[in-house]
C-alpha cells in the first residue's frame, strides 16, 4: 500500500510546476534533486525561511554561500543533459532553482519540476507521466530520505547519495533506496546499469513490520486540551507579546536539526530587510516548553497511572534530523509519569506519508488510518489507566481522535484518552 492522501488535479500542478519539453519523449530519464545533491545549499536555510530571503536568492544569486559539490557531478550531469536524458526535480521555487544551476554552471535548458512538496509523490509522478512513456523509464537520484519514499510512491528505482546534509546513511537506509552511493564515480556506474535495464524497482519491505486499522473503528472517546491559541505566522497575532505562536513554531521547526546541532545553541535564524537575524535558541525555548506541559499537567489532576504517546508528524520519523515530539515525550514518560525505559519509545508510525493538512485542508480520518501503522512487537505499559496522545498543534482533533481510535483497537485500551497540544489552532482557519 503506497500512497499519498491527496490527489492533486493537473490544472493546479501545472501552475505550481513548471514544465519545459524539449523535443519528444526520451527513452530514459534520471530526475534529480537539486538541494544538497546537485549544489550544497547547507547555508541557505535562513533565506529559505522568508519570502523576501528566497526572492534575495533569486535576485542575487552571487551574493549567497553555495557550494559546487563536486566537477565531476556537474560533468556527469551536463553530459546527460547533452543527450535529454535529465529533469530536475526539486521541493524549491522555481526562479531559486535555475539561478542557483546557472551560478555552478549546471544546463538549464532541462525540464525543471518544482514545488514538489515530496516525500509525498503526487506531483514527481506527474512529472513522470510527462516525461515517460512508462515509470520503468524513470530512475530519481536524491540525498535525502524525503526524496526516496517519494520516489517508492511512483515505483521508481532510486539512488541515494550520501553527500548532502539532510539525513545520515542510517536514515537513508531506512527508506529503502535501490541503492546507496558515496562517490560521483558509483553514482555513474549505477546510472549506466538503470540506461542498460539492470536497475529496477524494489518495494519497500519496512510498511510489512506495522499493523494497520483496515476498516473503520470504533470511535474512541478523547478529552483535548491545549496551552495556548496557536496564530499561523501569517496571522496578525502571531508575535503580540501574549502569543506562543512563535515559541511553538520553533518548537516545530526542531525538526530540522540534529539533537547535537539544538544541544550547541542552535537558533532560529532568518533573513529580512537585508539581513540574517537571529531569533530563538531553540534548547531554551524547548526547555521552557516543557516546563509549562509539566505544570499544566499537574493542573488537570489527572488520577491513576499515564502514559504518554507521541503524535506522527506527516512524513516517516527518519525524513527529519530530529523526532522532537517523540523527545518531548521521553521526557514526559522519564521525569513526569516514571514509565520504565524500556516503553519510552515511539508508539505511533507515520509509514506512508500524507499532506500536511495546512496545506490541502483536508480533514479525512482515512488519511490517517492508511497512513499510520504501529510495529507488530509494540508494547504499552500494562498498569495503564491513561493514554495522552501528544502533538505540537491541533486545528479540530482529527489526527487526536485516529489516534486514540488507533490505539484503542489495536492495544484493546480501554482506559482514558488524553489529547494533548502546545497550539490549538485559531478558529478563523477552520
Not at 554561500?65 to 535529454?84: G, V
Not at 521555487?93 to 535555475?98: P, S
Request: hydrophobic share 35%; net charge neutral; proline share 4%.
Amino acid at each position: 500500500m503506497l500512497l499519498c492522501s491527496n490527489t492533486i488535479n493537473s490544472g493546479l500542478i501545472e501552475q505550481e510546476t513548471i514544465k519545459i519539453r524539449i523535443g519528444a519523449m526520451t527513452e530514459k530519464t534520471i530526475f534529480f534533486d537539486f538541494d544538497d545533491t546537485l549544489v550544497d545549499t547547507s547555508d541557505l536555510r535562513p533565506y529559505r525561511k522568508t519570502a523576501k530571503g528566497r526572492r534575495f536568492i533569486a535576485d542575487h544569486p552571487n551574493q549567497v554561500s553555495t557550494k559546487l559539490i563536486n566537477p565531476d557531478l556537474l560533468n556527469l550531469f551536463n553530459k546527460l543533459a547533452q543527450r535529454n536524458l535529465v529533469a530536475i526535480a526539486t521541493n524549491s521555487a522555481r526562479d531559486y532553482t535555475k539561478k542557483l544551476l546557472n551560478k555552478h554552471g549546471f544546463s538549464t535548458d532541462i525540464p525543471i519540476y518544482y514545488n514538489l512538496h515530496k516525500p509525498c509523490h503526487d506531483k514527481l509522478s506527474h512529472a513522470i507521466d510527462d516525461q515517460c512513456d512508462e515509470s520503468d523509464d524513470a530512475l530519481y537520484v536524491g540525498d535525502s530520505a524525503s526524496d526516496i519514499i517519494a520516489a517508492h510512491g511512483c515505483q521508481i528505482p532510486s539512488i541515494a547519495v550520501t553527500w548532502g546534509n539532510t539525513s545520515t546513511t542510517s536514515k537513508l537506509q531506512k527508506a529503502e533506496p535501490t541503492r546507496i552511493v558515496q562517490t560521483v564515480k558509483e553514482l555513474k556506474i549505477d546510472i549506466q546499469s538503470f540506461r542498460n535495464g539492470e536497475l529496477s524497482y524494489e518495494k519497500r519491505l519496512d510498511p510489512e513490520n506495522y499493523l494497520f486499522l483496515d476498516e473503520q473503528p470504533d470511535d474512541a472517546k478523547i478529552e483535548c486540551y491545549s496551552l495556548h491559541t496557536y496564530y499561523p505566522i501569517q496571522h496578525p497575532n502571531f508575535y503580540n507579546y501574549n502569543s506562543w505562536s512563535n515559541e511553538i513554531l520553533r518548537f516545530k521547526d526542531m525538526k530540522d536539526f540534529t539533537i547535537g546541532e539544538v544541544q550547541n545553541g542552535a537558533t532560529d535564524t532568518f533573513y529580512n530587510n537585508g539581513t540574517i537575524n537571529r531569533g530563538l535558541t531553540l534548547k531554551p525555548n524547548f526547555e521552557q516548553l516543557y516546563k509549562d506541559i509539566f505544570k499544566f499537567i499537574n493542573e488537570l489532576d489527572i488520577k491513576g497511572k499515564s502514559y504518554a504517546i507521541a503524535a506522527p508528524n506527516s512524513a516517516p520519523e527518519y525524513c527529519y534530523k530530529c523526532d522532537v515530539n517523540q523527545i518531548m515525550v521521553n521526557r514526559f514518560n522519564r521525569k513526569i509519569f516514571e514509565i520504565d525505559k524500556s516503553c519510552r519509545k515511539r508508539i505511533l508510525f507515520r509509514v506512508f506519508p500524507k499532506r500536511a493538512s495546512h496545506m490541502t485542508g483536508a480533514r479525512d480520518n482515512s488519511e490517517h488510518y492508511d497512513t499510520i501503522g504501529i510495529k507488530s512487537y509494540s508494547k504499552i505499559p500494562g498498569d495503564v489507566d491513561n493514554l495522552i496522545i501528544f502533538d505540537d498543534v491541533s486545528t479540530t482533533h482529527t489526527q487526536l481522535t485516529c489516534l486514540a481510535n488507533i490505539m484503542k483497537n489495536i492495544f484493546e485500551f480501554d482506559g482514558k484518552f488524553i489529547g494533548l497540544t502546545l497550539g490549538q489552532t485559531t478558529n478563523e482557519y477552520f
